[in-house]
């Protein structure tokens, strides 16, 4: 982050604002909106700020600029069309840790006006760091006509009730998912067709209802898919944003955590070569527990649940003890990997079938049934492929495969730093002890790795061709 959005109190507070044009009117709109108490100093000014200093609502001093017009001030705004004043108010506002946003001149600030969505109490800013405002704009339209109009109106009623609430329901989590019924239910629509009373009385009645209830906990097995977040299915992303606490794996990536609800509690229960595994029956415990407690709780998975994910076990675990869960599939390894490289698994030229394989190795060999794979007219995806991968291009050779049929290895699927390394049963081995491959990687074995030449689409750096 470049700089840290916070919301800033200014009822009151001196604001001084030197130049007094058309931007300057558009700022001091702003400032007066906030209840500021705000100073204009310019020689001239345009109708606009004369008016509001006739009408008592701001001071106008009809003179340049001096050093200690800025005593006291809280936030001081700079924009005169003579860049020297500018800079010079920046420099002076610095000296003395007074914030100062100088209009159009990124440099001399040390805040920034963002787009603002106003539904106050509700606010969004939106900033690009004066990278693109336009961006900033259409972004700010975009939510101005997603958010109903009335959204103020509901937040000022939670606000209003939020303490009768406190003392009603005493569980933080009873009382979260209290509030996520008013928020998304009945009673939000009720306030945003404008009946606040009707809402009221639907509000005070559920409140009621809620007030002895303990919350039952729930598990959501969540497939959160290879890595890129836009990948991840609608239902994942609502439940990611409800989960009280969430459990997640080495294979979830930074991106696709970052999606999850905010205030939720975070447990890493990934398996590290060198560290302390967390064991299945551990994090089976875990779930169960958490659940009882009347949480609910995400149990976030790389890829596909069902998918060489154990997802099945989990939920053995908790139907043998009584607890509600729900799963919700992700995009698994291969499909993320496949489409992002360009290899379709069953193209018709070439595979009439795909085969999702385990490639894990048990001690020296991987034991798999070679005759079976070692076909032609059908693709075969490897997972967790890497330790085993000289062992399982020879055996398919030696099975039958031809030592030119294509294979790739794709490293870190779906996500930015994605490479693709591509070659042969025969040469794969060698080229990818080229390179400093690290985990997660995946196998593709078939004519269709050669489609990867004309269908190749999303950027890599770092790949073979
Ligand atoms: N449930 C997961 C698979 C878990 S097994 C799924 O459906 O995808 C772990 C293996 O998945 C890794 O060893 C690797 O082979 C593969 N994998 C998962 N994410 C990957 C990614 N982004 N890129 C490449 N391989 C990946």
């Not at 939000?188 to 002895?212: I, V």
């Not at 890129?228 to 994942?236: I, K």
């Not at 447990?267 to 949480?295: C, D, M, S, W």
């Amino acid at each position: 982050m470049d700089t840290l959005p916070l919301f800033h109190n200014l009822r009151g507070a001196r604001c001084v604002v030197v130049g007094a044009g058309e931007v300057a009117a558009r700022k001091l709109d702003l400032l007066l909106r906030a209840d500021a108490a705000v100073e204009v100093i310019a020689p001239q000014s345009c109708a606009a700020i004369s008016q509001l200093a006739e009408a008592g609502r701001i001071t106008l001093l009809a003179r340049a600029y001096q050093r200690d017009d800025l005593s006291g001030a809280s936030l001081v705004i700079a924009a005169t069309d003579d860049p020297a004043v500018n800079k010079q108010v920046s420099e002076h506002a610095r000296a003395q840790f007074t914030p100062v946003n100088v209009v159009d001149s990124p440099d001399l600030c040390t805040v920034i006006f963002p787009s603002i969505v106003d539904r106050s109490p509700v606010q969004i800013a939106i900033g690009t760091n004066g990278t693109a405002p336009v961006l900033a704009r259409m972004l700010r339209t975009q939510l101005e006509a997603l958010l109903p109009g009335g959204l103020g109106n509901l937040a000022e009623l939670a606000g209003r009730l939020r303490k009768k609430v406190k003392v009603n329901i005493p569980g933080e989590s009873e009382r979260k998912a209290f509030w996520e019924k008013v928020f998304q239910g009945p009673i939000a629509e009720l306030m945003y067709s404008g009946r606040s009373q009707t809402a009221e009385d639907s509000f005070n009645t559920l409140l009621t209802a809620s007030a002895n209830t303990k919350l039952k906990g729930e598990v959501y097995l969540v497939g959160g898919g290879p890595g890129d977040p836009d990948l991840l299915t609608l239902r994942a992303l609502r439940l990611m944003q409800q989960a009280d606490i969430v459990l997640y794996d080495r294979l979830i990536s930074d991106a696709v955590l970052d999606r999850v609800r905010r205030d939720s509690e975070r447990i890493y229960v990934g398996k590290k070569a060198g560290e302390h595994p967390v064991t299945q029956a551990n994090i089976n415990e875990k779930l169960v527990e958490f659940a009882r407690a009347g949480k609910r709780v995400l149990r976030l998975k790389g890829g596909d649940p069902f998918i060489f994910g154990r997802g099945g076990e989990e939920i053995e675990h908790l139907s043998a003890h009584g607890i509600t869960f729900q799963v919700v599939p992700g995009v698994t390894a291969a499909s993320g990997c496949a489409s992002y490289a360009g290899i379709p698994l069953t193209h018709r030229d070439y595979a009439q079938s795909v085969i999702f394989q385990t490639g894990h190795r048990k001690g020296d060999t991987v034991d798999l049934d070679w005759d079976i794979l070692a076909k032609p007219n059908q693709t075969l995806v490897f997972y967790m492929a890497l330790n085993g991968l000289k062992y399982i291009c020879d055996k398919l050779q030696k099975h039958g495969l031809s030592a030119e049929m294509p294979a790739a290895l794709v490293e870190n699927g779906t996500r930015p730093e994605q490479r693709v390394l591509t070659g042969d049963l025969q040469t794969l081995p060698a080229i990818i002890e080229q390179y400093d491959i690290k985990a997660p990687t995946l196998l593709i074995v078939g004519e269709v790795v050669t489609l990867r030449n004309t269908l190749s689409w999303f950027g890599e750096e770092g790949s073979n061709g």
